[in-house]
């Protein structure tokens, strides 16, 4: 079991920054990708950002490619999502998740673990 745990989510205006963290505990040694996917009301969950994390090659959503960046520290079981220029439409809640089995890494359905979801609101 991979335990997953998102923070950092809040408030801010359009054109600020935020970073969310995710922390991972358990059987880490497992993990064969990490990502991080949004969903807003009456909406599916949709794709941000994974890492292959054997590589540590990265796959962005068109939408968010250029402003956010998916980083990691190896040493602490963190991954982080920093989130630049945010837009309103980045309003979401948020959601990290590790896949202990290879897939399509921009799926759903690949990811067995996932944290609790922390929110992210965008005011314009």
């Known amino acids: 079991q991979v335990r997953v745990v998102e923070s950092g989510g809040g408030l801010v205006q359009a054109g600020d920054s935020l970073r969310l963290a995710c922390t991972t505990s358990?059987?880490?040694?497992?993990?064969?990708?990490m990502g991080w996917f949004r969903q807003t009301p009456g909406k599916e969950r949709e794709f941000v950002v994974s890492?292959?994390?054997?590589?540590?090659?990265?796959i962005y959503a068109d939408s968010v490619k250029g402003r956010f960046t998916f980083s990691r520290d190896n040493a602490k079981n963190t991954v982080y999502l920093q989130m630049n220029n945010l837009k309103p439409e980045d309003t979401a809640v948020y959601y990290c998740?590790?896949?202990?089995?290879?897939?399509?890494?921009?799926?759903?359905?690949?990811?067995?673990?996932w944290g609790q979801g922390t929110q992210v609101t965008v005011s314009s």
């Open positions: 998740a590790a896949a202990s089995t290879i897939g399509a890494l921009r799926s759903i359905a690949t990811y067995d673990y």
């Open positions: 358990g059987r880490t040694a497992s993990i064969f990708a």
């Open positions: 890492i292959l994390w054997s590589r540590g090659s990265t």
